[in-house]
């Protein structure tokens, strides 16, 4: 799995609810307009194929940041930013 940051500006209330929602079940919002996600492959393509057809590229803006294994671990977290992923532990 691979690491992303994703960010999005979308001018219309509408398309970045849609927008919003579709980012939701591919990754862990973070702030307004941020995202974080671990994502395979084929489901950072399914992703990308999903924005592109509801987004308007002369208006919107989403921007796909991946992040090596080494950047992920000098992340900072400052103020109430916690650990989108968790800390690994599950309970069943």
Known sequence: ???????????DDKRRN???KLLRDYAV??????F????KDEDYLLLRY?????MKRD???????RQ?????KDILRL???????????FIL
């Open 59 to 65: 208006t919107d803006s989403i921007i796909f940041y």
């Open 79 to 89: 103020g109430r930013s916690g650990e989108p992923f968790g800390d690994g532990i």
């Open 1 to 11: 799995m691979k690491h992303y940051i994703i960010t999005y500006d979308i001018s």
């Open 50 to 54: 999903k924005l592109e057809r509801l």
């Open 68 to 72: 090596c294994i080494r950047c992920q």
């Open 29 to 34: 919002p973070v702030q307004y307009s941020v």
């Open 18 to 20: 849609k927008i919003y």
């Open 36 to 39: 974080e996600a671990r994502l």
